[in-house]
């Protein structure tokens, strides 16, 4: 009896620790105001701002965006699936609550708000 019991016990602790880590992080536009300094560089220059590294590219408006389309990007250029240098180191240098937090924080704002007015 006792040795069915152990790894019954064992697989209920496993599936408890698992659903623990596989907890949603979820954003705080609040917390962000210190992470956004390296997105406004490009990203909240208005007229359709191109950058000329590592070639010329149109450099998206993010305000208004969906905070899930964010995100998703964000661990996109993080794992190397979406290409830009810039954006790709960028991404690598953020946690899960980082990315969380600044997609919060855009998607909050309207399309044509820009961090520089906030």
Same mark, same amino acid.
């Given at each position: ?7 019954l016990a064992l $697989? &209920? &602790?496993?599936?408890?620790? %698992?659903? $623990?880590?596989? =907890?949603?992080?979820? /954003?705080?536009?609040?917390? =962000?105001? =210190?992470?956004? !300094?390296?997105?406004?560089g490009c990203h909240?220059?208005? /007229? %359709?701002?191109?950058?000329?590294f590592p070639e ?6 993010? %305000? @208004?965006?969906? $905070?899930?389309?964010? !995100?998703?990007?964000?661990? *996109?250029?993080?794992? @190397? ?6 954006? #790709? /180191? ?5 946690? +899960?609550?980082?990315? *969380? +937090?600044? $997609? ?9 708000? #820009? #961090? *520089?007015?906030?």
């Open positions: 009896m006792k040795k069915t019991l152990v790894p $697989a &209920l &602790l496993a599936g408890a620790a %698992g659903s $623990a880590c596989a =907890a949603e992080v979820v /954003g705080n536009p609040q917390a =962000a105001t =210190a992470k956004i !300094e390296m997105c406004i909240a220059i208005p /007229g %359709g701002y191109k950058t000329a010329v590219y149109r450099v998206p408006m993010i %305000g @208004g965006q969906s $905070a899930k389309y964010i !995100e998703s990007a964000l661990k *996109a250029y993080r794992k @190397g699936d979406r290409k830009h240098p810039s954006m #790709t /180191g960028i991404a690598r240098s953020m946690s +899960d609550q980082d990315i *969380a +937090d600044v $997609a919060a924080y855009y998607a909050q704002q309207t399309s044509n708000q #820009t #961090t *520089a007015q906030r």
